[in-house]
């Protein structure tokens, strides 16, 4: 390719400016935004140059903040997982009574549908199980799987990406073209279809995988395609780097520029997106044990008891409200802790 | 201009690296169209030479050296390198060549991962080889770094994010360094670097090449860098190579027009040097996707005659180590056209109202007894 | 209100008997969060119709964000600008963008190092000629055609008529610079700023570009600014040359003397780094040993001491104010200025105690390059 003309400016790609570029309104109002956008940049290039040398800056000039929104949501968080990770803890000790079973009350009469007055933390369902103590276990099934299922998604997702990404070509083509046709089908639908097609069963047999592993298994496929494009984009961006030509001077071989050059580049802005898709994933289960395509009952899920709860929304809204609200408390806090992470690595990325 | 030929190799024997009719070729898109990057060039280079490769962008320059380094391997040519043909190795015996064959390049802030410290950079290449462990490594890092100028204490743990350019070409120097290779190139090594920078760098490369034993091939649009560090220079223009010489004859007795062109427009810090319309070179280079036929200069070669067209000049020894590729080379036989003839022809090459003029004939007796009105001869 | 193309009269306000631009003590500075980066820290000269001044320095040492200090096109949030620009005897600093918008354009211009940013890569190249015209000069689309295909001839372009139906990636850098020249003096301003207008170009596009901007300065009588850190590029084309360093002037003179009777080390040292072509090949090149300096908090004293090989205990403590030279129009920031009995004497002692008072080594001997990385 003819090289680029650009005396001194650095060669990230032929053909390709580093800069932007600037569409802005017409006529002398056009030139003079610009020149200051121009100008701007200037500017923005000063602040990084002097974010540049910490011999001559003092080391406690800067710190980044993540904001007390972030906290708040971490927190929420925080609280769900300790929760779900210390129910087994909690029932051996008797502060969480088992979510299956109905729950004695404390003072007879003691309403089906669950009164706060009795001493349960969020009442009781329309069986008399505990609805605090099917919310932590709920937590449990959701956590679970929105996390490993992103787990799995990106370590297969990421390696497609990356593959794609490093070799383009043939390989490039047949494998984004194996994630496009997964991204074609409706997720859901995907999901359902995995989900019965992993845990049916001959009658009197057991059925292939359990009904979790199923789920888990079909949201890392429905999570592959996405991030399968999304680490392609960025191993494009990073392989055109230099240091990825220099590693190849140096002799490496192409897994390792792959592992120790690329991976490390492309993994923070997706480990950041990663959050974002643990919410999505959790809600994607909710929605799937809404539809009772997740673990059967009584074990208890957040989508299966909004599904219940919806019957009882007259009489004891609380049944299908609770759920709700924790369900959407989670996956907010997910988002914004991830976007808050998110925003908090591109800073650091734009100094570099 | 257009060079082909390879008159100005010297023999195998002599040479560590000789590079042979290299050709590179991309296509361009869908188009079926080709862009002609580099077009049988051929050079060489001696152990403990500097060879400088200079020419505007466009030129093929960097792609030559990357050809080189088989990054990618060149459409066709020949690279003998140490007893073997690098185009025709197989991959796994290319890859353990590379330690001998470096490469330094533009933009030092870009050549180094941003997500890694300095040490682990630096002995990256002493990693992939198994050259050296522990504390062995670590010794022959902190010495490399101390040598190209660069506290290892300091630098240590840091970033590349943390270094100025400067610093950070330091830092690439080092890690080129490190396996001690044969063969060094270097591609535009101090374009991005601030002019106090530069100067820094320049120095140190000289002194890594005397105190590791290096052999350089540097590549760079600036004239007077490549003067300063080479022991022999080629010129290049549109993929192909115009004249080499060494660096004080190229200058005192340039013989390409190109050349001549190239040094007279070099801005001279001199105020009793002004610059005028006279001399400077008019047009704009052609594509590489389709070059003049011919000498490719000739579309703005104020000496071109229809021969220049016809015929692709090859390259010829006109003086000692000093070779050019054309077929009316300045101070060549027959008598330069004088100033005057040369100022019209350039105005009427430079005039804006025409775009591609007519230039007017020399007036020079004929070059080896081809008139410039005979009939044209078959292309060689 | 019409106006011709090629001087158009002055605005109202404005005394055409007074200087085209007087600049006093410019400052610059910009509110960061690491501090306040004082990028122009008291700059001022004086410049006539006709003329050309050259701003050389290197990165860091506010060069660029001078001119656009001048023409007023700095960001309005965290930057502080003071001084005063006089343009024809009214001070423009201060004034809102509505009325600077009659400046630009009309008096005022800029051309800037990257064609391909300075243009609109989506709109062609007639349009983007035209716009400038219509909002400027009110003209109809006749006589905007008619005045794009004539600037267009004027900078050097062949075949205007077909350029101007062309995008900007259609052409060559040294045709896309053309065309942004074009564009900056469409409106005929009276000064030009051009900020490292070629250091994107190749060096044979280069010398074609200055002689075109010189030619057209010739024509149009006006004065121009030329920004770049080429010493070499302000050498044959300019009357006078500032040099700028850590957002300070620290020489200023015609620029025959400057090369002659240069005072300051930094430019001495500046000019001895570049390689030149008539040294010898494998010429050692003198180096400004250290980096640039810090600017938000320099260096106290004298901001090259740091890097200078003349520096003596009072660089080190004292800043050095601009006192004039013997030439008349020589102006230099030096307390041991080069050729001066004191600038021998604190040579000379540096170079027996073996090193500058700011703890540069100095030496007879070229500094390794590998100590002349460290600050």
């Excluded at chain 1, 787990?151 to 990421?158: M, P, R, T």
């Excluded at chain 1, 995907?190 to 592993?213: D, H, K, Y």
């Excluded at chain 2, 505007?56 to 390198?81: D, H, N, W, Y």
């Excluded at chain 3, 030009?192 to 149009?220: C, G, K, M, S, Y």
């Amino acid at each position: 390719m003819p090289e680029p003309s650009h005396r001194g400016a650095p060669v990230d790609a032929p053909g390709i400016s580093s800069r932007p570029e600037i569409d802005a309104p017409a006529g002398g109002a056009r030139e003079m935004l610009e020149l200051t956008q121009l100008a701007d940049r200037e500017v923005e290039e000063l602040q990084a140059l002097h974010t540049l040398d910490p011999d001559q800056v003092p080391a406690d000039a800067v710190k980044k903040r993540l904001g007390p929104l972030f906290w708040f949501a971490a927190g929420w968080f925080l609280l769900i997982v300790v929760l779900a990770l210390a129910a087994p803890l909690m029932e051996r000790a008797g502060f969480l009574p088992d979510p299956t079973k109905a729950v004695k009350c404390a003072n007879p009469p003691c309403s089906k549908l669950g009164i706060l007055k009795q001493g349960y933390l969020l009442g009781t369902d329309n069986l008399s199980r505990d609805i605090f103590s099917r919310i932590v276990w709920g937590a449990r099934v959701s956590l679970l799987v929105g996390f490993s299922s992103i787990f799995f998604g990106l370590v297969l997702g990421g390696a497609i990406g990356v593959i794609a990404g490093f070799f383009k070509g043939k390989l490039e083509t047949v494998l984004m073209a194996l994630t496009d046709m997964f991204l074609a089908f409706p997720a859901i639908l995907l999901a359902l279809a995995i989900i019965t097609f992993a845990s049916t069963s001959n009658p009197g047999e057991e059925p292939r995988l359990s009904r979790q592993v199923a789920v888990i298994l079909a949201l890392t496929i429905v999570s592959v395609p996405p991030i399968a494009r999304l680490v392609r984009a960025s191993t494009l961006v990073f392989a055109q780097r230099e240091f990825v030509l220099a590693a190849r001077t140096l002799g490496a071989s192409n897994l390792r520029i792959m592992v120790k050059e690329i991976v490390p580049n492309v993994l923070p802005p997706i480990f950041a997106f990663g959050i974002i898709g643990v919410a999505i994933a959790i809600t994607a289960e909710g929605a799937l044990a809404f539809l009772g395509l997740s673990l059967q009952p009584p074990n208890p899920t957040w989508g299966g008891m909004i599904n219940d709860g919806q019957k009882f929304y007259l009489d004891a809204p609380h049944m299908v409200l609770v759920p709700c609200a924790v369900l959407f408390l989670t996956v907010l806090s997910l988002n914004l802790a991830g976007d808050r992470l998110r925003e908090y690595f591109d800073i650091k990325e734009s100094v570099l | 201009m257009a060079g082909s030929g390879t008159e100005h190799l010297r023999p195998a024997g002599d040479t560590l690296l000789r590079a042979e009719n290299l050709v590179v070729e991309f296509p361009v898109g869908r188009t079926g169209l080709k862009v002609h990057a580099v077009s049988d060039v051929s050079i060489d280079v001696r152990a403990g030479e500097t060879l400088g490769l200079v020419g505007e962008s466009g030129c093929g320059k960097s792609t030559t050296g990357r050809a080189i380094m088989q990054l990618p391997r060149p459409t066709s040519g020949r690279v003998l390198f140490d007893g073997h043909d690098l185009v025709t190795l197989p991959s796994s015996e290319l890859r353990r060549l590379r330690p001998e064959m470096q490469m330094i390049f533009q933009d030092p802030i870009s050549s180094l991962n941003p997500r890694r410290k300095v040490s682990q950079i630096v002995a990256e290449p002493l990693r992939i080889w198994k050259r050296a462990a522990g504390d062995q490594l670590d010794k022959i890092v902190e010495t490399t770094l101390e040598n190209v100028g660069i506290d290892p204490a300091a630098a240590w743990d840091r970033r590349p994010h943390q270094f100025s350019g400067g610093q950070c070409q330091r830092i690439c120097i080092a890690r080129a360094l490190v396996l001690n290779p044969k063969l060094i190139i270097c591609d535009e090594p101090v374009s991005a670097l601030d002019v106090s920078v530069q100067a820094q760098i320049l120095n140190l490369l000289e002194e890594m090449k005397a105190q590791y034993n290096l052999t350089l091939i540097f590549i760079a649009h600036d004239l007077a860098v490549v003067k300063n560090v080479s022991d022999r220079v080629a010129v290049m223009y549109l993929g192909k190579l115009c004249e080499v010489a060494p660096p004080d004859e190229l200058y005192a007795r340039p013989a390409h027009p190109y050349t001549e062109a190239l040094l007279r427009s070099i801005p001279v810090p001199d105020p009793s040097i002004r610059p005028g319309e006279e001399g400077t070179l008019g047009g704009e280079i052609p594509s590489p996707v389709a070059p003049p036929s011919g000498c490719r200069f000739r579309t703005r070669c104020p000496r071109v005659q229809d021969m220049c067209a016809q015929v692709e000049p090859k390259m010829r020894q006109i003086g000692l180590g000093h070779y050019v590729a054309c077929h009316f080379p300045l101070d060549a036989i027959g008598p330069k056209p004088g100033a005057a003839q040369l100022a019209q022809q350039m105005n009427a090459m430079t005039s804006p109202t025409t775009r591609r003029p007519v230039p007017p004939k020399l007036v020079t007796p004929p070059v080896s007894g081809v008139s410039a009105s005979a009939p044209p001869k078959p292309a060689g | 209100m019409s106006r011709k193309v090629i001087g158009g009269p002055t605005g109202t306000g404005r005394d055409p008997n007074a200087k085209l631009l007087r600049v006093v003590d410019i400052k610059t500075h910009f509110r960061t969060e690491k501090g306040t980066v004082r990028a122009v820290d008291g700059v001022s000269f004086t410049l006539d119709r006709g003329r050309t001044l050259g701003v050389v320095g290197e990165s860091g040492s506010g060069k660029t964000i001078l001119s656009r200090s001048i023409m007023g096109l700095l960001p309005k949030r965290n930057v502080v600008r003071q001084g005063h620009v006089y343009y024809e005897g009214t001070d423009i600093i201060g004034l809102p963008d509505e009325e600077m918008r009659h400046v630009w354009g009309s008096e005022m211009a800029m051309v800037f190092q990257d064609p391909m940013t300075s243009l609109n890569p989506v709109k062609k190249i007639g349009k983007q000629i035209t716009e400038s015209l219509f909002l400027h000069l009110h003209m109809d689309k006749q006589d905007a055609h008619d005045t794009a295909l004539a600037l267009l001839s004027s900078v050097g372009i062949p075949e205007p008529e077909q350029r101007l139906n062309e995008y900007p990636h259609q052409l060559s850098g040294g045709m896309r610079q053309r065309v942004v020249i074009a564009i900056a003096l469409a409106c005929g301003p009276k000064l030009l700023f051009a900020d490292e207008p070629t250091t994107a170009l190749d060096v044979t596009v280069q010398a074609q570009i200055l002689n075109l901007l010189q030619q057209l300065q010739r024509e149009r009588h006006m004065a121009m600014i030329l920004v770049t850190h080429d010493l070499g590029v302000v050498a044959g084309r300019t009357d006078e040359i500032a040099v700028m360093y850590a957002g300070k002037v620290v020489e200023h003179a015609p620029t025959p003397v400057l090369f002659s009777n240069m005072k300051m080390p930094y430019t001495e040292a500046l000019l001895s780094s570049i390689p030149k072509l008539d040294y010898p090949s494998h010429t050692r090149l003198e180096v400004i040993p250290g980096r640039p300096p810090d600017l938000i908090n320099p260096p106290r004293g004298c901001r090259f001491a740091p890097r200078c090989k003349y520096a003596q205990e009072r660089c080190l403590n004292e800043e050095p104010p601009l006192i004039a030279a013997e030439t008349p129009g020589h102006m230099f920031r030096c307390w041991f200025p080069v050729g001066s009995p004191e600038g021998e004497e604190a040579l000379s002692r540096n170079l027996a105690a073996g090193a500058s008072a700011s703890g540069v080594p100095v030496t007879d001997v070229p500094m390794p390059a590998s100590l002349a990385g460290r600050s």
